[in-house]
């Protein structure tokens, strides 16, 4: 296990990639908004929907057929400092437990629903496989963390309860 204070310093040249697991507690989402994106089927790039017309897909064709997927920011942290992992389809499913076109007609339908959903993200005490790069964006570099895997049952509480101790032993 790495602590995400080594995660996000550790030294680190522009294009490589290192792996790692660490143990962490989600606290929530980074930001507002949809939790997923539209593929492009074709060319597997992104998909915008303007006025009801999807456009911008890398392949440049009009009315792509396209398809969700989720894409979410986690904000996560352990008693060294927190962090933001970049967190795709499949896990997302894995974390949220339904597929993302249903999470989207619950959305659509029962908003309180969904946000109870949303809240039952976070608190989880969990270990993910994650990637670091560092990229370049407009002159500025910053490390990307994504999450590779989450490891199965390791939502279960981990920390131990104090034994309690029964009347009838007294
Ligand atoms: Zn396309």
Redesign the pocket.
């Known amino acids: 296990m790495t602590n995400l204070q080594n995660i996000n310093t550790s030294e680190q040249s522009l294009g490589e990639v290192k792996y790692y697991s660490t143990r962490v507690v989600i606290k929530g989402l980074n930001e507002e908004g949809n939790l997923w994106y539209n593929l492009?089927n074709?060319?597997k790039?992104k998909v915008f929907i303007i006025n009801g017309i999807a456009k911008y897909?890398?392949?440049s064709?009009d009315n792509?057929e396209y398809s969700l997927r989720y894409l979410i920011k986690l904000r996560v942290e352990d008693i060294s400092a927190i962090a933001i992992f970049t967190v795709f389809d499949n896990e997302v499913e894995k974390l949220i437990g339904m597929p993302v076109t249903n999470l989207e007609k619950i959305k659509a339908s029962n908003i309180e629903d969904y946000n109870d959903i949303i809240i039952n993200i976070s608190d989880k005490k969990m270990i993910f496989s994650v990637n670091v790069q560092d990229k370049q964006y407009e002159n500025q570099t910053f490390r990307s963390i994504t999450v590779q895997s989450i490891k199965e049952g390791s939502d279960e509480v981990i920390e131990i309860e104090p034994k309690r101790i029964k009347l009838e032993e007294l």
């Open positions: 492009c074709t060319c790039s897909s890398k392949c064709k792509p």
